[in-house]
């Protein structure tokens, strides 16, 4: 072969190398964005459809203006420490640690909870709350003696044996836009959506204990008629 087509042939393998070469990287630079890209959409989008996998969703649905001030007309008589289950964006926790509540918000979506410790440092009470990314039915709620909850249907009744069993015979609960099932409310403020219900720790930690002792009595019951 003529050394100018060996030399013809030679640039058109380099050429062609190059072309393949080249290829590969806008190939690689493709595929590394799309990967990044799909992390950045899971590790946003993870907190938000997470919760809505267990077997209770408790859905991110704002207070409105009314609800944080009915909240705080039936408590405007106590103090000490107060839990939000579901805190959300944290305005219940930081109206209430503005009344003078030391205010703690569970939630289970990790940017609503960093946000409300945003908010809460930008409305000057960071000292008087606290905002924890967990799971409600993996905490005990014996050390607060105010609870506000906005619950779906499907869990109140669950909840109501959890409080029962854990929290002071002086504690309050305060129920928002769905009462608790079986338990009495002492008083309600609001109508419509905005409606809030307030139960005393002492009237249904009572039924409970009489309820368990029927239970009991009836188990024995059954086992000594079982043996006659």
């Not at 630079?29 to 809505?52: D, E, H, R």
């Not at 930008?122 to 993996?138: A, N, P």
């Not at 608790?180 to 720790?201: N, S």
Request: aromatic share 10%.
């Amino acid at each position: 072969m003529p050394f100018d087509e060996r030399l013809i042939d030679s640039r058109q393998f380099s050429e062609g190398v190059s072309e393949r070469s080249s290829r590969s990287r806008i190939g690689l630079v493709i595929t590394g964005a799309l990967g990044g890209s799909l992390v950045a959409l899971y590790a946003v989008a993870a907190p938000f459809v997470a919760p809505a996998l267990r077997k209770v969703c408790l859905p991110f649905v704002p207070a409105t203006t009314t609800q944080v001030q009915n909240v705080l007309q039936v408590l405007r008589r106590r103090s000490g420490t107060l839990v939000d289950i579901g805190s959300g964006d944290g305005r219940i926790v930081i109206a209430a640690a503005k009344q003078g509540f030391q205010a703690s918000g569970l939630e289970l979506n990790p940017w609503l909870v960093w946000y409300s410790r945003y908010k809460a440092w930008r409305e000057g009470v960071h000292y008087s709350t606290s905002f924890q990314i967990c799971d409600l039915w993996k905490v005990s709620f014996a050390q607060y003696s105010n609870v506000v909850i906005f619950g779906v249907p499907q869990m109140m009744n669950q909840l109501e044996l959890k409080l029962a069993h854990e929290l002071p015979s002086t504690a309050k609960v305060v129920a928002c836009r769905f009462p608790f099932p079986t338990w009495v409310p002492e008083c309600t403020a609001g109508e419509g959506i905005d409606t809030v219900w307030v139960y005393d720790a002492k009237t249904f930690k009572k039924k409970h204990f009489h309820e368990l002792t029927e239970q009991r009595s009836s188990k024995q019951q059954d086992y000594c008629d079982s043996q006659t």
